[in-house]
């Protein structure tokens, strides 16, 4: 089970955290993603974090929230995060983390099958 937390109302050029809390099992090999929906629009991918063997992992953004967002996992809390740095109303979306045992670079969201429930995230202009 995935628990996102950490969203909330922010204006252009803050910070938020999000947090997605695993339950029920380990994350430590997993592919972790973050994806976002905004209004009227498809669900889409933001990030993922895949583990490459032992202590490696590699990041995935789209294009564009390269350089502004950052995805992390700490194995110890069994979390994984999304620092966005420099929001921007575009940014503004319901955003969801989805989980996969498989090692994949997972930018689509059928590589996932474990998703926890959105948060939103709104910035004001």
């Known amino acids: 089970q995935l628990q996102a937390s950490g969203g909330g109302l922010v204006q252009a050029g803050d910070s938020l955290r999000l947090s997605c809390a695993a339950s029920?099992?380990?994350?430590?090999?997993?592919?972790m993603g973050w994806f976002r929906q905004a209004p009227g629009k498809e669900r889409e991918f933001v990030a993922s974090?895949?583990?490459?063997?032992?202590?490696?992992?590699?990041?995935y953004y789209t294009d564009s929230v390269q350089g502004r967002f950052t995805i992390s996992r700490d194995n110890a809390k069994n979390t994984v995060y999304l620092q966005m740095n420099s929001l921007k109303p575009e940014d503004t979306a319901v955003y969801y983390c989805?989980?996969?045992?498989?090692?994949?670079?997972?930018?689509?969201?059928?590589?996932?099958?474990?998703w926890g429930q959105g948060t939103q995230v709104t910035v004001s202009s």
């Open positions: 029920g099992r380990t994350i430590t090999t997993y592919t």
């Open positions: 974090h895949r583990w490459s063997g032992d202590s490696i992992y590699s990041a």
């Open positions: 989805a989980g996969s045992r498989f090692s994949r670079v997972g930018r689509d969201q059928t590589d996932f099958g474990s």
